[in-house]
Protein backbone atom coordinates (compact mmCIF):
# COMPACT_ATOMS: atom_id res chain seq x y z
CA UNK A 1 0.00 0.00 0.00
CA UNK A 2 1.30 3.40 -0.98
CA UNK A 3 -0.97 4.99 2.24
CA UNK A 4 -1.93 8.50 1.25
CA UNK A 5 -0.14 10.04 -2.02
CA UNK A 6 -0.18 14.06 -2.46
CA UNK A 7 1.15 15.84 -5.83
CA UNK A 8 2.84 17.75 -6.43
CA UNK A 9 5.43 17.69 -4.00
CA UNK A 10 6.26 21.37 -4.54
CA UNK A 11 4.99 24.28 -6.83
CA UNK A 12 5.36 27.90 -7.40
CA UNK A 13 2.38 30.44 -7.90
CA UNK A 14 2.30 34.09 -8.83
CA UNK A 15 -0.23 36.50 -6.70
CA UNK A 16 -3.56 35.72 -8.29
CA UNK A 17 -2.73 32.24 -10.26
CA UNK A 18 -4.83 28.70 -9.48
CA UNK A 19 -3.92 25.60 -8.82
CA UNK A 20 -5.51 22.15 -7.33
CA UNK A 21 -3.71 19.99 -4.94
CA UNK A 22 -4.07 16.42 -5.38
CA UNK A 23 -4.65 13.59 -2.43
CA UNK A 24 -5.11 9.86 -2.74
CA UNK A 25 -5.32 6.98 -0.58
CA UNK A 26 -5.70 3.34 -0.98
CA UNK A 27 -6.26 2.36 2.63
CA UNK A 28 -10.18 2.49 1.94
CA UNK A 29 -10.60 4.67 4.76
CA UNK A 30 -13.74 7.33 5.03
CA UNK A 31 -12.59 10.22 6.18
CA UNK A 32 -10.08 12.86 4.80
CA UNK A 33 -8.85 16.00 5.72
CA UNK A 34 -6.74 19.38 4.75
CA UNK A 35 -4.06 21.13 7.27
CA UNK A 36 -1.65 23.75 6.70
CA UNK A 37 1.45 23.95 8.39
CA UNK A 38 3.05 26.96 9.21
CA UNK A 39 5.95 27.67 11.69
CA UNK A 40 5.36 28.30 15.10
CA UNK A 41 1.39 27.40 14.44
CA UNK A 42 1.34 23.58 14.64
CA UNK A 43 -1.19 22.31 11.78
CA UNK A 44 -3.97 23.79 10.95
CA UNK A 45 -7.54 21.81 9.70
CA UNK A 46 -8.67 23.85 6.14
CA UNK A 47 -11.45 20.94 5.31
CA UNK A 48 -12.81 17.89 6.05
CA UNK A 49 -14.90 15.00 4.73
CA UNK A 50 -16.23 13.02 6.56
CA UNK A 51 -17.23 10.47 4.32
CA UNK A 52 -17.79 10.34 0.55
CA UNK A 53 -20.00 13.20 -0.67
CA UNK A 54 -20.03 14.88 2.33
CA UNK A 55 -17.64 18.20 2.67
CA UNK A 56 -17.44 20.42 5.75
CA UNK A 57 -14.90 23.68 6.73
CA UNK A 58 -12.65 23.15 9.33
CA UNK A 59 -10.51 26.50 11.31
CA UNK A 60 -8.91 27.78 8.21
CA UNK A 61 -11.56 27.72 5.21
CA UNK A 62 -10.91 31.03 3.93
CA UNK A 63 -9.18 31.15 0.03
CA UNK A 64 -9.68 27.54 -0.72
CA UNK A 65 -12.16 24.80 -2.14
CA UNK A 66 -12.72 21.15 -1.56
CA UNK A 67 -13.79 18.24 -3.46
CA UNK A 68 -14.19 14.85 -2.60
CA UNK A 69 -14.22 13.24 -6.26
CA UNK A 70 -14.88 9.87 -4.95
CA UNK A 71 -13.69 7.67 -2.09
CA UNK A 72 -10.18 7.67 -2.46
CA UNK A 73 -9.46 11.23 -3.34
CA UNK A 74 -9.87 14.69 -2.17
CA UNK A 75 -8.29 17.42 -3.84
CA UNK A 76 -8.07 21.12 -2.63
CA UNK A 77 -8.39 24.20 -5.07
CA UNK A 78 -7.00 27.75 -4.38
CA UNK A 79 -8.58 29.89 -6.60
CA UNK A 80 -6.69 33.23 -6.46
CA UNK A 81 -3.37 32.40 -4.84
CA UNK A 82 -2.30 35.09 -2.01
CA UNK A 83 1.17 35.08 -0.58
CA UNK A 84 -0.77 34.37 2.59
CA UNK A 85 -1.06 31.18 1.95
CA UNK A 86 2.89 29.89 1.24
CA UNK A 87 3.01 27.06 3.51
CA UNK A 88 3.41 23.67 3.49
CA UNK A 89 0.08 21.82 2.82
CA UNK A 90 -0.99 17.95 4.28
CA UNK A 91 -3.38 15.84 3.55
CA UNK A 92 -4.57 12.83 6.15
CA UNK A 93 -7.32 10.18 5.91
CA UNK A 94 -9.39 8.25 8.62
CA UNK A 95 -10.85 4.79 8.50
CA UNK A 96 -13.83 5.88 11.18
CA UNK A 97 -15.37 3.02 12.53
CA UNK A 98 -13.72 3.27 16.02
CA UNK A 99 -10.39 4.53 14.52
CA UNK A 100 -9.60 7.95 15.34
CA UNK A 101 -5.86 8.37 14.45
CA UNK A 102 -5.47 10.21 11.04
CA UNK A 103 -2.78 9.17 8.61
CA UNK A 104 -0.67 11.66 6.76
CA UNK A 105 0.67 11.84 3.17
CA UNK A 106 4.33 13.58 2.03
CA UNK A 107 3.09 17.08 1.88
CA UNK A 108 3.11 19.95 -0.58
CA UNK A 109 4.81 22.68 -0.35
CA UNK A 110 3.73 26.07 -1.74
CA UNK A 111 5.18 29.19 -2.69
CA UNK A 112 3.06 31.88 -3.34
CA UNK A 113 5.10 35.27 -4.89
CA UNK B 1 -13.70 23.05 22.09
CA UNK B 2 -10.88 21.56 22.84
CA UNK B 3 -7.25 23.01 22.34
CA UNK B 4 -3.67 21.22 23.35
CA UNK B 5 -0.60 23.07 24.64
CA UNK B 6 2.43 21.93 24.32
CA UNK B 7 5.19 23.27 27.11
CA UNK B 8 8.78 24.26 25.37
CA UNK B 9 8.82 24.96 21.50
CA UNK B 10 12.17 23.47 21.66
CA UNK B 11 14.16 20.89 23.94
CA UNK B 12 17.42 20.29 23.83
CA UNK B 13 19.12 16.53 25.91
CA UNK B 14 21.94 14.92 25.26
CA UNK B 15 22.00 11.62 23.76
CA UNK B 16 21.21 9.02 26.54
CA UNK B 17 19.25 11.33 28.43
CA UNK B 18 15.87 11.41 29.15
CA UNK B 19 13.60 13.23 26.65
CA UNK B 20 10.49 14.69 28.35
CA UNK B 21 8.14 16.59 25.52
CA UNK B 22 4.98 17.93 27.73
CA UNK B 23 1.49 18.55 26.51
CA UNK B 24 -1.39 19.61 28.29
CA UNK B 25 -5.06 19.47 26.17
CA UNK B 26 -8.61 20.50 27.50
CA UNK B 27 -11.64 19.12 26.55
CA UNK B 28 -15.23 19.32 27.01
CA UNK B 29 -15.49 15.27 26.33
CA UNK B 30 -13.58 12.32 27.26
CA UNK B 31 -10.67 13.01 24.90
CA UNK B 32 -8.46 10.59 22.53
CA UNK B 33 -4.36 11.60 22.25
CA UNK B 34 -2.22 11.39 20.47
CA UNK B 35 1.57 12.17 19.82
CA UNK B 36 2.98 12.78 16.13
CA UNK B 37 6.59 12.44 15.11
CA UNK B 38 7.47 14.71 11.96
CA UNK B 39 11.26 14.38 10.28
CA UNK B 40 12.77 16.89 8.12
CA UNK B 41 10.91 17.79 4.99
CA UNK B 42 8.46 14.33 5.58
CA UNK B 43 4.72 14.27 6.90
CA UNK B 44 3.44 13.01 10.49
CA UNK B 45 4.13 9.84 11.38
CA UNK B 46 2.13 8.59 14.36
CA UNK B 47 4.11 7.67 17.68
CA UNK B 48 1.33 6.46 20.04
CA UNK B 49 -2.21 6.73 20.90
CA UNK B 50 -4.82 7.09 23.96
CA UNK B 51 -8.14 6.27 23.40
CA UNK B 52 -9.21 3.70 26.10
CA UNK B 53 -8.08 1.20 28.88
CA UNK B 54 -4.48 1.47 30.05
CA UNK B 55 -3.23 5.06 30.61
CA UNK B 56 0.35 4.28 30.12
CA UNK B 57 0.77 4.03 26.42
CA UNK B 58 3.81 2.68 24.32
CA UNK B 59 4.57 3.56 21.15
CA UNK B 60 6.98 3.26 18.88
CA UNK B 61 10.79 4.05 18.98
CA UNK B 62 10.67 3.50 22.34
CA UNK B 63 8.44 6.26 22.89
CA UNK B 64 5.74 6.19 25.85
CA UNK B 65 3.25 8.81 27.23
CA UNK B 66 0.66 8.51 30.17
CA UNK B 67 -2.66 9.79 30.30
CA UNK B 68 -3.38 11.97 33.62
CA UNK B 69 -6.86 13.00 33.91
CA UNK B 70 -6.72 14.62 36.89
CA UNK B 71 -3.73 16.85 35.36
CA UNK B 72 -5.00 16.96 31.63
CA UNK B 73 -1.58 16.12 30.95
CA UNK B 74 -0.54 13.32 28.01
CA UNK B 75 3.25 14.10 28.22
CA UNK B 76 5.96 12.12 26.65
CA UNK B 77 9.06 10.07 27.56
CA UNK B 78 11.94 8.23 26.21
CA UNK B 79 14.17 7.03 28.87
CA UNK B 80 17.63 7.60 26.76
CA UNK B 81 17.75 9.91 23.71
CA UNK B 82 19.36 8.79 20.85
CA UNK B 83 20.68 11.18 17.86
CA UNK B 84 17.88 9.68 15.37
CA UNK B 85 14.92 11.19 17.58
CA UNK B 86 15.93 14.54 16.82
CA UNK B 87 12.65 16.08 14.93
CA UNK B 88 9.81 17.87 15.55
CA UNK B 89 6.98 16.55 17.49
CA UNK B 90 3.16 17.56 17.44
CA UNK B 91 0.73 16.63 20.24
CA UNK B 92 -3.03 16.12 19.16
CA UNK B 93 -6.69 16.16 20.71
CA UNK B 94 -9.21 14.65 18.99
CA UNK B 95 -12.86 14.59 20.36
CA UNK B 96 -16.57 13.65 18.77
CA UNK B 97 -17.54 17.38 17.43
CA UNK B 98 -21.36 16.02 16.62
CA UNK B 99 -22.20 13.25 13.83
CA UNK B 100 -19.11 10.83 14.73
CA UNK B 101 -16.99 13.68 13.28
CA UNK B 102 -13.40 13.29 14.94
CA UNK B 103 -11.50 16.13 14.38
CA UNK B 104 -7.88 16.21 15.44
CA UNK B 105 -6.47 19.61 17.21
CA UNK B 106 -2.26 19.84 16.93
CA UNK B 107 0.08 21.78 19.30
CA UNK B 108 2.14 24.13 18.07
CA UNK B 109 4.83 21.42 18.07
CA UNK B 110 8.34 21.09 20.18
CA UNK B 111 11.26 20.59 18.39
CA UNK B 112 13.55 18.08 19.72
CA UNK B 113 17.18 18.40 19.45
CA UNK B 114 20.00 15.71 20.61
CA UNK B 115 23.47 16.73 21.23
CA UNK B 116 26.17 13.79 20.57
Redesign the interface.
Known sequence: NAG?TQTPKFQVLKTGQSMTLQCAQDMNHN?M?WYRQDP??????IY?S?SEGTT?K?EVPNGYNVSRLNKREFSLRLESAAPSQTSVY?C?S?L?AGA????????TRLTVT | AQSVTQLG?HVSVSEGALVLLRCNYSSSVPP?L?W?VQYPN?????LL?Y?TGATLVKGINGFEAEFKKSETSFHLTKPSAHMSDAAEY?CAV?ADSG??????T????TLLTVNP
Open positions: VSYGMGLRLYADGFARQYEQYFGPG | SYFYQGLQLKTFSGSNYKLFGKG
